[in-house]
């Protein structure tokens, strides 16, 4: 969506935003953005302060509110206090943008830790078995969030072995790092790191795992070199990432039902988002063009299991998800009757035991040339 210039005299619209500031936009006729235009898609804008602090971030608006296409000069940002504050708005660099969106989720990543590491498991069984992971190796895994897989595969490596952890957000390492020291585990370590970064020597690991994360990498083939350069010649590097949204009733149960009630721009061309490898064969063309041996590709079939009640659930997956985001432009009535509706979409996959999904995920492996 694009707000551009507006020359022929000042317009105002309320612009609910995901934030926890609520901004009103003052389209003034000229300004420091005057004449260019913004795009406000999956990256978002980062709303600055006149000294450049950022203090907010937009990343979808809800198209009605905004009355066609025009210039932003300046905004006023009100605060929680009331007070009005000037602001101005910069194009995100794809890192600062993903580094905003995940930041955010950190805490109910954390908080929900219990029920992913469950509802994930077979993934993780999956990702054992195409990167050979065994006892005794040091293992990495790249875009860990709060220490998944890494958590589950300490013990499965043992204290012979080593597992690593990155993840580029600050908040999601701590949450790592506390849950292994309430552990007590002695044989992981976390970093804050980006997977076409790592603060690793060259053919380091005996293994290397992202489970759900390649996805959101702005540089997927400079991320696998990355890992390729840090992997032994000869072992194994292994990545999991959703098949099609038709697959996975886990997402559009959801994500149906809130399109229904906000409107959300399409997709940029490979935009970091969640289906972004869920075409076969997409991210195991990046590993050859990364140069691995034996790129191969599986469909992994199975159960989403989720031990809980369906407004349990929808809590989980509401605050696990960007519909977190995408919905706070909704009034309290719309609220309410979206709530009605994804509680009868997810009740279709109630079962006595709790929710289960059909699931389809990839996995793409390859080896690093000896
Ligand atoms: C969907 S979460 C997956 C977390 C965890 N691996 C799991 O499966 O539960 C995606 C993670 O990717 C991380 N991430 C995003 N961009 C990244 C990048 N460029 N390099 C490494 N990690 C990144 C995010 O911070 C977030 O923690």
Same mark, same amino acid.
């Given at each position: 969506?694009?707000?551009?210039?507006?020359? @022929?005299? /000042?317009?105002?619209?309320? *612009?609910?935003? !995901?934030?926890?500031?609520?901004?009103?936009?003052?389209?003034?006729?000229?300004?420091?953005? =005057?004449? +260019?235009? #913004?795009?406000?898609?999956?990256?978002?804008?980062?709303?600055?302060?006149?000294?450049?602090?950022?203090?907010?971030?937009?990343?979808?608006?809800?198209?009605?509110?905004?009355?066609?296409?025009?210039?932003?000069?300046?905004? +006023?940002?009100?605060?929680?206090?009331?007070?009005?504050?000037?602001?101005? *708005?910069? !194009?995100?660099?794809?890192?600062?943008?993903?580094?905003?969106?995940?930041?955010? =989720?950190?805490?109910?990543?954390?908080?929900?830790? %219990?029920?992913?590491?469950?509802?994930?498991?077979?993934?993780?069984?999956?990702?054992?078995? %195409?990167?050979?992971?065994?006892?005794? @190796?040091?293992?990495?895994?790249?875009?860990?969030?709060?220490?998944?897989?890494?958590?589950?595969?300490?013990?499965?490596?043992?204290?012979?072995?080593?597992?690593?952890?990155?993840? !580029?957000?600050?908040?999601?390492?701590?949450?790592?790092?506390?849950?292994? =020291?309430?552990?007590?585990?002695?044989?992981?370590?976390?970093?804050?790191?980006?997977?076409?970064?790592?603060?690793?020597?060259?053919?380091?690991?005996?293994?290397?795992?992202?489970?759900?994360? $390649?996805?959101?990498?702005?540089?997927?083939?400079?991320?696998?070199?990355?890992?390729?350069?840090?992997?032994?010649?000869? @072992?194994?590097?292994?990545?999991?990432? &959703?098949?099609?949204?038709? +697959?996975?009733?886990?997402?559009?149960?959801?994500?149906?039902?809130?399109?229904?009630?906000?409107?959300?721009?399409?997709? %940029?061309?490979?935009?970091?988002?969640?289906?972004?490898?869920?075409?076969?064969?997409?991210?195991?063309?990046?590993?050859?063009?990364?140069? $691995?041996?034996?790129?191969? %590709?599986?469909?992994?079939?199975?159960?989403?299991?989720? !031990?809980?009640?369906?407004?349990?659930? &929808?809590?989980?997956? *509401?605050?696990?998800?960007?519909?977190?985001?995408?919905?706070?432009? #909704?009034?309290?009535?719309?609220?309410?009757?979206?709530?009605?509706?994804?509680?009868?979409?997810?009740?279709?996959? /109630?079962?006595?035991?709790?929710?289960?999904?059909?699931?389809?995920?990839?996995?793409?492996?390859?080896?690093?040339?000896?």
């Amino acid at each position: 969506m694009r707000i551009a210039a507006a020359t @022929q005299g /000042s317009k105002s619209a309320v *612009l609910c935003l !995901p934030i926890s500031l609520v901004l009103v936009a003052f389209l003034a006729h000229i300004g420091r953005l =005057s004449g +260019r235009s #913004l795009q406000v898609g999956d990256e978002g804008v980062a709303v600055r302060d006149k000294k450049g602090n950022q203090i907010g971030s937009i990343h979808w608006i809800e198209l009605s509110l905004v009355p066609e296409t025009y210039d932003v000069a300046e905004l +006023r940002v009100k605060r929680r206090d009331n007070r009005l504050q000037k602001a101005i *708005l910069v !194009p995100m660099q794809r890192d600062e943008a993903v580094i905003n969106r995940w930041s955010g =989720s950190a805490r109910f990543w954390e908080k929900h830790r %219990e029920i992913i590491r469950h509802m994930f498991a077979p993934i993780t069984q999956a990702l054992v078995e %195409e990167a050979q992971i065994g006892s005794g @190796q040091l293992v990495l895994d790249v875009a860990t969030g709060p220490g998944e897989p890494t958590l589950t595969l300490a013990e499965l490596v043992g204290p012979q072995g080593k597992i690593s952890g990155v993840d !580029p957000i600050p908040e999601m390492v701590a949450a790592a790092r506390r849950e292994a =020291s309430r552990l007590e585990l002695r044989n992981v370590q976390f970093d804050i790191a980006f997977a076409d970064h790592l603060p690793f020597p060259a053919d380091t690991f005996d293994a290397v795992v992202s489970r759900f994360g $390649v996805m959101f990498f702005p540089s997927p083939l400079d991320a696998v070199r990355e890992m390729l350069r840090v992997l032994k010649p000869g @072992q194994k590097l292994a990545f999991a990432v &959703w098949h099609s949204a038709e +697959r996975n009733p886990f997402h559009y149960s959801l994500s149906r039902v809130v399109d229904r009630f906000v409107h959300s721009p399409p997709l %940029e061309q490979d935009a970091l988002d969640t289906f972004r490898f869920a075409a076969r064969g997409k991210l195991l063309e990046i590993l050859i063009q990364a140069g $691995v041996t034996a790129p191969a %590709e599986r469909l992994l079939q199975f159960t989403i299991h989720a !031990p809980m009640l369906v407004d349990a659930f &929808w809590a989980l997956r *509401l605050e696990m998800s960007k519909a977190r985001e995408q919905i706070s432009v #909704l009034s309290p009535e719309q609220l309410t009757e979206l709530k009605r509706q994804a509680l009868e979409s997810i009740s279709e996959f /109630s079962t006595d035991r709790g929710i289960s999904f059909p699931a389809e995920v990839l996995i793409i492996s390859g080896a690093k040339p000896r």
